[in-house]
Nanobody, 126 residues
Framework: QVQLVESGGGLVQVGGSLRISCVVSGRTFSSFAMAWFRQAPGKEREFVAVISRSGSWTSHANSVKGRFTISRDNAKNTVYLQMNSLKPEDTAVYYC???????????????????WGQGTQVTVSS
């Protein structure tokens, strides 16, 4: 059984930084493209970033480009999201997701992901 467990969320001030992590178990981690999504209250879940199986390819949503960076460590079965220059509109529950079919031009589509974590809350205070 594949499990994804996020950690590292919390409360941070505007302009601050935070790194969240997601550990995957139950299947070979390097067989998945991995992504981060987020969902704010009353809004749909939105794509944040994706990384290919090897880590060679990444893509970030325009809203976070230049501020957030996705990375992975296949030896640790972990994907990370480094978040800098945080804004109040970044406040959301952040979810990691695993796609066994690999990196794609449609990696922003939630339907591609077979496995999801439980989410970690990130709150940016002004």
């Amino acid at each position: 059984q594949v499990q994804l467990v996020e950690s590292g969320g919390g409360l941070v001030q505007v302009g601050g930084s935070l790194r969240i992590s997601c550990v995957v178990s139950g299947r070979t981690f390097s067989s998945f493209a991995m992504a981060w999504f987020r969902q704010a209250p009353g809004k749909e879940r939105e794509f944040v970033a994706v990384i290919s199986r090897s880590g060679s390819w990444t893509s970030h949503a325009n809203s976070v480009k230049g501020r957030f960076t996705i990375s992975r460590d296949n030896a640790k079965n972990t994907v990370y999201l480094q978040m800098n220059s945080l804004k109040p509109e970044d406040t959301a529950v952040y979810y990691c997701a695993a796609d066994p079919s690999g990196y794609s031009g449609r990696s922003y589509d939630t339907g591609r992901y077979d496995y999801w974590g439980q989410g970690t809350q990130v709150t940016v205070s002004s």
